[in-house]
Structures are given as C-alpha cells and as structure tokens.
C-alpha cells in the first residue's frame, strides 16, 4: 500500500504524483494543507521531521525528500523505466533531479511568496497568528526563512533573482535538448518529471520566461510534456480550497 | 581516464575525493583555486557553467554536482559497493546525500564565511577586486550570495540558524544510527561518505557540537569514519597555500 501526504500545489507533491501516474501506480492520498500550517503540527511531523511535504508510506515505511521518493519508486516498480539504463545517461537525469531543487523549486518557492501565499495566509490568520506558527515549525532553515518573509516578504531584487536563476536553469535545459529529446537524452526520465512542476509555476508567474522564439527545443519539450497523461493526472488534484465554489 | 576539477578544502570536492578513494581510483588533479576565483573564469565555466567545484571529466564526458558524481562513481565502477542494494536502504542512502547539500553544504558555507572565506579574500584582494569579481559569477544564484557576503557578511543571527540547522541534521543522524552501524543501516554508503565533510567543518568551527555525551551513537560513527584509510586520503590532498612554508 501507498500513501502520499502531499499537498495539492506544493511543487515536489506535483513531481511525486507524476511519477506516480506515469508508473499506473494506486496510492491514498493523505492530504496536508500547507495554507493551514498542518505540516507543522505533530501529527504529521512524526512522518517528516522537517515539515515538509511529500512524504511516502509504503507498506508502513516512511521516505521523505522527492527527489529519494522518485528514485525509490523507480527502484521498486521499475516496470515503467524512468531511468536510463547508461550510467551518463542517469548522470544527466541526475543533474535535473538536483537542479529541480536547488534551482527549480527554491526559487519558485520565492516567487510564489508574493502572489500565491502571503495573501492566502492573509485570508486565513491574523497577523499575530502568522507569528506564532513560526513557533511549530519543526526545521532551523525553513523556520528562518518563514520568520524572514513575515517580516519583510520577499523584494523586487529577489524575484528577479529568482527570474534570472530560471532563465539560467532554461537555458541550460535548452542546450541539453539539442543532444536528444529530452533532458537525459534519448529516454524520459525523472528528471523530465522533476522539473516539470517548475516549469510550470514559472510560466504561471510571467508567461513570458518561456517564450518559444528564445528557447526553441524546450517550448517544444514543454509541449510534448503537457501532453501526457501522467501530467495532466498530477495537476488535477482537486483543490480542497475550491470545492462547493 | 578520470580528472577532478576540485578545490582543497571544497566540501563538495572532499566528498568526491574520498567517494574516489574508497573504490581505490586512480585521478588526474586539476586544482581550482576558489580562494582565488578562478571557478568563475571563462577556463573552468565552460566545464561547469554554474562556476563551481567539483566536476568530474570521464573519458571526455563531463559530470556536475557532488551527489550526482558520487553516484556515477557508483553506477560506473561498481567493484567496491557504497550503495545498498536493498531498495528502502537505497532510499535512505538518499536522504543523506539529499541533506549533505540542503543542510550540511549550505550551513558549512555560510559558517565558513566569516572565519575562513573572508580573512582569505582580504589578504589577497582590494575591496573593489572583490567587487569586480561579481560580474565575473556565472551563476545568478551564486551572485546573489556572494554580493550579499561582499555587503553585509554573515550576520551572527544566521550564524546561530546556521547552528540550529547542523543540530537538527546531527538528531536526525543519531536516531538513524540506533538502527544500524551506517547512516543507511546495515551497509556503509554513499550517504555517510556525503555527510563527513559538512561533520568536519562543524567540528573545526564549533568543536561542541560533536559533544559525545550528547549524542553518542554519532560521536562512535564519526570515530569511524575518521579512521577509514579513504577518509585520511580524501582530506590529506596538500594546500597549494601551504606548499613552502
């Protein structure tokens, strides 16, 4: 048995549910809602210290982390192939894995902080509630960093940071599709995936970073991703926050 | 034919060096000397355009990314195992490759900053060097860190965060040793060699908190990894600084 606990918009829930859905594979969802801080609460961080989401049960073992989640269910129902079988092959999957963190989710993240969160909380809590979240959460970095953006949001200068770290991340996504279709080569793979759920809050925030005149392959990569099934499953979540509207 | 691009006291580098040490291969060393920014010259971006160490040349394929090297390493020379093959161990392998970058690399960095980063800039650089030096990253992320470093250092607030953050990943690392000699259980891994450089550094910087009495089943896994022949190789690479004195 598999339950996710995975949060409807969270990027690496999205990742996790693709890869999911690419495999046919059944899971329960265990959904946990990032806008009213339950992963903060300790009923959910028994499963993942950190507070955050997804976290996989299989059959009573706890993985955290997308990235070890994928790849663990690569190792566990390999039917589906999602990795190369060549060793450079699964090199490169492995660099947009990575880089679907470091680069992708980190700086969407940011971006999402003025348009998509602040104002949800907003909607939900009072300023001082805000404030005494930040005492449940669980994790140094992350409790920083919400401490940080209560107090000062995230500014111009970092959203285009986060902006120019995207084009960095396209480009080089760009130059990797000039070797085969997709980002490993020739074979879809997780990092095709992990990157997904990126690409698309991007394009949600300022359509314009994918503009096909600039970066050809990858609009057209963009394309045939939006294509699958796999996506289209893992992006019609529904949203508990929509329901009876 | 292997060849590192790397840096003496690079984490990311010592990790891959002892990676290579433990599966007993030979290297060509090509040493890029942080200390002196040649990471972000023209010479070295074009074999990693992120302008960080290290990198791996392979036969003329070039590999990005510590965790990704190490597990190419892996994948490619498979004589001396360092990853499980049980899948859930795989899995928890991965959590520790995962947190030696999100939380080990990152804190290391910025504790780093003040005691060694710093001093080391201003013996061989003028303030406005150092500033030129900027328009030289290749990388808007790394920019971004590195101009914040240049205005305003490393605050003794996110010093202490920095602290929190290795206490946080040493409790995890504890309770995971209660279930086994490594960090992955049963086998030692890719996921302890990933971890003990970021070990390291926070015992050079704040001997405490490696405090036995409070975390002893840590203090036995670090006495071990210390005395692995591939750990005094990997952290015994001469400074190029040191040569003469």
Redesign the interface.
Known sequence: MLTLYHYVNSLCSQKVRMCLAEKGLDWQSRHVHLGKFEQWQPAYTRIN?KGFVPALD?DG?I???S???I??LE??FPDTRLRPKD??A??LM??WT?DS???GH??ANALSHNRFHAPGWAQRFTPQQLQDFLTTCP???LA?RYGRRLAHGVSAA?EE?AY??F??LFD?MEAALANGPWLAGDDYSLGDIAVTPSVKRAEVLRPSVLDPARRPLMADWWRRIQARPAYKLAFSFPDPDQAGR
């Open positions: 210290p299989h073992r993985l955290i982390e990235n070890v989640i790849e663990y190792d566990s060793a450079y699964r090199a492995r660099r990575y963190e470091e680069i980190a700086n994790y140094p970095m920083a970092e940071t120019a770290a084009g960095f080089q």
